[in-house]
């Protein structure tokens, strides 16, 4: 399996960047989907994540209210919509595919077994 996420960039505080994951390799319908990110220095941090069906979000705290969280199935895309970005939310962004189908969101690390390679945020206060 193939994740290849893209969309990221240097922006201003306040504004907005919408990340993609494209996952190739799996039946994407039937598996759920996170993003995390990494800052330097900084532990993996768990951001958003979606269930294989679309109907339930989770989110971190940090970003509840500002990131959307989505999928399209027949494109094999899981999105982040990132508004009212702030210098904080700079980091290394990464998509991941949980390990079984059917498989609701998840907040642990463990439970994503394959990961894209990751995009860059950059926000500029």
């Known amino acids: 399996v193939q994740l290849q996420a893209s969309g990221g960039g240097l922006v201003q505080a306040g504004e907005s960047l919408r990340l993609s994951c494209v996952v190739s390799g799996r039946a994407f319908g039937y598996y759920g989907m996170g993003w995390f990110r990494q800052a330097p220095g900084k532990e993996h941090e768990f951001v958003a994540g979606i269930s294989w069906s679309g109907y339930t979000t989770d989110y971190s705290d940090s970003v509840r209210g500002r990131f959307i969280i989505s999928r399209d199935n027949a494109k094999n895309t899981v999105y982040l919509q990132m508004n009212v970005l702030k210098p904080e939310d700079t980091a290394v962004y990464y998509c991941?595919?949980?390990?079984?189908?059917?498989?609701?969101?998840?907040?642990?690390?463990?439970?994503?077994?394959?990961w894209g390679q990751g995009t860059l945020v950059t926000v500029s206060s």
């Open positions: 991941a595919i949980r390990h079984r189908r059917y498989d609701t969101t998840s907040r642990l690390k463990d439970d994503y077994n394959d």
